[in-house]
Antibody, heavy 119, light 107 residues
C-alpha cells in the first residue's frame, strides 16, 4: 500500500522551531519528487517547498525562504521540513506529497500534520 | 510566478446537473495542469493530470480539457459524493501553484 505518514506538528510560540517528518512506504521513495503543501485554516493550498528525487534540487516559496529547509533521507524513506523563526501565519495543516517525476502531478499524499504558531 | 485563477469560487447545483469549473493560468503551462478534489479534513485527491488524463479509479463523470492558459473541469452529472472543494494545480514552473479553489455544493 502506498502511504505517506507525517509527524512532528504541534503548538509552538512565534520565533520557535519545529521539524516535520514524512515517512514513505509502498513505493520507490528515492525516485520521487517530494513536496510540502500547507493549508491555513479555511484557506486554499500553498506549496511550501519541493525537493527532487533525481538530483536533490530544492525550491521554496518566498513566504518561507530562509526560514524553512527541506531535506530527505532516502535510506530511511523519509522527508523532512525544518522550520525556524516560526510566525503566526505559518499556522496550517502541512501535507507531504509526492510525484513520480517530471511531467507527473502529485499523486501520493499524507494525511497532514497540524502546526499552530501562537503565544 | 505563475498565477492560477479559478472560477467560480462557489458553485451550487442540483443532483444530476452538469457542472463546469474554469481555471486560467497567467502564462502558458502547456498541459501541465492537474485537478484535485478535497473533502473537509482530508488530503487532496488527484482526479486528473496532464489536463485531461483521468486517474485510475476516478469516476468517468469527471473530465478535463484545455491547454495553454485555459482549462476546464467538468462533472457530467453531479452526485452527492462530489461535494467538496476542487483545486486546479499547475506543475510547469519551479514552484507549483494552486488555484484558489471552487467549493461545490448541492442545491
Amino acid at each position: 500500500e502506498v502511504r505517506l505518514l507525517e509527524s512532528g506538528g504541534g503548538l509552538e510560540q512565534p520565533g520557535g522551531s519545529l521539524r516535520l517528518s514524512c515517512e514513505a512506504s509502498g513505493f520507490t521513495f528515492s525516485t520521487y519528487d517530494m513536496t510540502w503543501v500547507r493549508q491555513a485554516p479555511g484557506k486554499g493550498l500553498e506549496e511550501v517547498s519541493v525537493i527532487s528525487g533525481r538530483d536533490g534540487w530544492v525550491n521554496y516559496a518566498d513566504s518561507v525562504k530562509g526560514r524553512f529547509t527541506i531535506s530527505r533521507d532516502d535510506s530511511k524513506n523519509t522527508l523532512y521540513l525544518q522550520m525556524i523563526s516560526l510566525r503566526v501565519e505559518d499556522t496550517a495543516v502541512y501535507y507531504c506529497a509526492g510525484r513520480r517525476g517530471h511531467g507527473y502531478a502529485m499523486d501520493v499524499w499524507g494525511q497532514g500534520t497540524a502546526v499552530t504558531v501562537s503565544s | 510566478d505563475i498565477q492560477m485563477t479559478q472560477s467560480p469560487s462557489t458553485l451550487s447545483a442540483s443532483i444530476g446537473e452538469r457542472v463546469t469549473i474554469t481555471c486560467r493560468a497567467s502564462q502558458s503551462i502547456s498541459s501541465w495542469l492537474a485537478w484535485y478534489q478535497q473533502k473537509p479534513g482530508k488530503a487532496p485527491k488527484l482526479l486528473i493530470q496532464r489536463a485531461s488524463n483521468l486517474e485510475s479509479g476516478v469516476s468517468s463523470r469527471f473530465s478535463g480539457s484545455g491547454s495553454g492558459t485555459e482549462f476546464t473541469l467538468t462533472i457530467s452529472s453531479l452526485q452527492p459524493d462530489d461535494i467538496g472543494t476542487y483545486y486546479c494545480h499547475e506543475y510547469d514552473s519551479n514552484l507549483w501553484t494552486f488555484g484558489q479553489g471552487t467549493k461545490v455544493e448541492i442545491k
